[in-house]
């Protein structure tokens, strides 16, 4: 078993940094891991955290986990840091997400760590996105050395609540996650960790086995057996292990702590800030928190049976927004922190506002009201910003803008101002009774904060694809011209509204770039003596701790030297004459050195997304991305392009991946799938 120690001094202990430990598996394959284990550990055990994830421990994250594995490791816990199979540098290919032997593999992983030496046999399981959803699911398979999990922005149901589809719509997520994992599999081993006669050959499997993986993800267009495996909606009483779930507000994933917390029948808590995709010590938009105190208290009570009260916090911390007017980006957020100590809870009772002509009302409509039609430009949601505000790793302007662009293709019905502050905590929900003149279409519904000036802020919103109005399992058409009454679950908020503001349902038949588009212009026509929306409201907090967080604590950076500073671009470009318009991002990460290994890294994405304003079929998505790795005489790089369009009965999706050996072609291919539309 090759391994290569160094030892690092680091915070209040030193601590053993392991750059290289391979942890082999029954089939013979190896995973490679990056571990960190307090001095001492060989003669007084630890328990052992676990990150499990294929975004390449040795330069991928390294920056991330440099901060995070020795700051618990200077703390009392041993991090380990494995790359999953066909990733980084460990053996194997990888075949899709949270694949079955992905599971298996963790158990194994899991069942080794507990033998080891420096371990006491205790293993935590903690990870943001990927490494939320391997936990949860791992979890479900009841390894017995794993104690307890740290979940952060992940998902309890594949199909619902991911970057594939949401509300029965193809986001176009599908596409800009699948290009990056498409480039994840395409990229080589380190010949440092594998040997100099090897990563070639290892290399050249990987792009042997490389999928167009969006294609799989499209070949399930609704709910089947493909999105329930790894959905833990699918059987919440498999998990026996306590579960802290987190996530922010700006992120994709918030649904998932409320689920959570609400259906776990284990100790189960949940954070929920105004963070974007990102480890809440390093939230933005802030204020980040010392989340890796957190993350101890949490270890202490199940890894190590210190007794510090973590069961009775709150079942939910969150983050309660102030109001603030619509910008694309937020180095911070206004708010303050509610501690609800159980939810579901009492406090937080539906508000029913009805549909009027034109107005929202907590009276309902004393007559038939006529219905209102809308067939929306294609580029309604060109201001609703990204699903999910990754922020591609860095800080970018993702969020949405002020929504009065989107509104005017849009219906609309306000609220009149409000005579006092009203404060939403969980989810809304809109029902409405609509008809579309299609077999197909979907409705889009946003919840506006409509302020004094005028500015319009989204906070909150929801998508239905109508042939999906009886259930996501099975598609039916609809009968043009009939009114089919449908609830739009919007997503979970935590938000203060001031007096004198006035809130707004906005409904759409296009959501541009988000969605991709219904195969022809829908004209919906909505009748609003059927419709209403009911907020959460919360009638009060009196009684209820305020939680505090302390400033955030890591461990010291990684040292990098930038040789070429990085940008990022984002542009909405229209021409007049065709009425296209196109939605760009640039991302250029400059160049720059890992200093302790020596690797020089280059990264770049761009990704466009293009349509016609009256014309759904002239939409495109395109993904290009470029990594570039060197180190005395080792030069590699990788470039990969996916694309999507679509007519009126197909998806056609292309990719293409080329590799570079020391600046010669290595290995090239493409892919062309042809894939039919299940009523979207």
Not at 491 to 503: D, K
Request: glycine share 8%; proline share 6%; charged share 25%.
């Amino acid at each position: 078993m090759a391994s290569t120690r160094a030892v690092v001094r680091d915070t209040r202990r030193q601590v053993e940094h392991i750059e290289l430990e391979w942890i082999p598996l029954s089939d013979g394959r190896r995973l490679a891991a990056r571990l960190t284990l307090p001095l001492g550990a060989r003669a007084k055990p630890v328990p052992a955290i676990l990150e499990y994830i294929p975004y390449r421990r040795r330069d991928g994250t390294r920056a991330r986990d440099q901060e995070t594995m020795f700051w618990f490791s200077a703390n009392g816990y041993a991090y380990v840091r494995v790359d999953i199979a066909g990733t980084g540098d460990s053996d194997g290919l990888v075949e899709d997400e949270y694949v079955k032997r992905e599971q298996d593999d963790a158990l194994e992983i899991i069942e080794w760590l507990s033998r080891q030496r420096w371990c006491s046999g205790s293993v935590g399981m903690i990870g943001i996105s990927w490494g939320g959803f391997n936990g949860l699911q791992v979890a479900t398979r009841r390894p017995a050395a794993l104690k307890a999990v740290v979940s952060i922005c992940s998902t309890v149901d594949r199909y619902h609540d991911d970057v594939h589809y949401m509300g029965g719509c193809l986001l176009n997520d599908n596409l800009d996650w699948g290009g990056a994992f498409f480039t994840y599999g395409a990229l080589p081993p380190d010949p440092a960790m594998v040997g100099d006669r090897r990563w070639r050959k290892l290399w050249k499997q990987r792009l042997e086995g490389l999928h167009a993986y969006p294609a799989t993800w499209m070949r399930h267009q609704c709910r089947d057996a493909f999105w329930k495996h790894g959905s833990v909606i699918e059987n919440y009483a498999a998990i026996r292990t306590p579960v802290l779930a987190v996530s922010g507000w700006a992120d994709g994933y918030t649904a998932a702590v409320f689920r959570l917390v609400e259906n776990l029948k284990v100790p189960c808590k949940g954070i929920v800030g105004p963070w974007g995709h990102k480890y809440p010590h390093q939230g933005i938009p802030g204020p980040a928190i010392d989340f890796l105190g957190e993350c101890k208290r949490w270890w202490d009570r199940w890894l190590k049976d210190v007794d510090n009260g973590v069961e009775d916090d709150p079942d939910l911390r969150l983050y309660l927004q102030n109001a603030v007017s619509a910008a694309p980006h937020f180095e911070r957020r206004e708010g303050r922190w509610l501690g609800i100590p159980d939810w579901p809870t009492t406090r937080v009772q539906t508000h029913t506002l009805y549909f009027g002509e034109g107005t929202l009302s907590a009276s309902r409509p004393r007559r038939k009201l006529e219905s209102r039609t809308v067939c929306s430009p294609q580029t309604t949601g060109l201001a609703g910003g990204e699903w999910c505000a990754y922020a591609l790793g860095k800080v970018a302007p993702e969020l949405a803008l002020d929504q009065r662009e989107d509104d005017a293709g849009s219906l609309v019905f306000d609220s009149e101002p409000l005579k006092q502050e009203l404060k939403l905590v969980g989810q809304p929900v809109v029902k409405l009774r609509v008809a579309a003149d299609q077999p197909h279409g979907f409705v889009a519904v946003r919840l506006n904060d409509v302020h004094p000036d005028g500015n319009v802020t989204r906070i909150s919103y929801g998508l239905l694809n109508l042939c999906h109005r009886n259930t996501h399992a099975k598609a039916a058409r609809l009968v043009p011209g009939r009114s089919y009454d449908v609830s739009v679950p919007l997503t979970e908020l935590a938000q203060r509204i001031p007096r004198g503001h006035r809130l707004r349902i906005a409904i759409s038949s296009s959501y541009w770039p988000m969605v991709w588009p219904s195969a022809q212009p829908v004209t919906l026509t909505v009748s609003p003596h059927g419709c209403s929306v009911q907020l959460p409201r919360l009638d009060r907090e009196s009684g209820w701790s305020t939680p505090e967080f302390g400033p955030p604590h890591k461990a010291r950076a990684l040292d990098v030297t930038v040789e070429r500073s990085g940008k990022e671009y984002r542009s909405v470009s229209h021409n007049i004459e065709t009425g296209e318009a196109v939605f760009s991002v640039s991302r250029d990460d400059g160049e720059f050195v890992i200093d302790d290994i020596g690797t020089r890294l280059h990264y770049a994405k761009q990704k466009s997304f293009s349509i016609q304003r009256s014309d759904p079929r002239s939409a495109e998505s395109t993904i290009e991305t470029q990594v570039h790795y060197r180190r005395d005489k080792w030069n590699a790089r990788v470039e990969t392009r996916t694309q999507l369009r679509a007519s009126g009965k197909f998806f056609v999706l292309t990719a293409s991946v080329r590799a570079y050996d020391n600046d010669r072609e290595f290995f090239s291919r493409e892919f062309k799938h042809r894939l039919p539309r299940n009523h979207l």
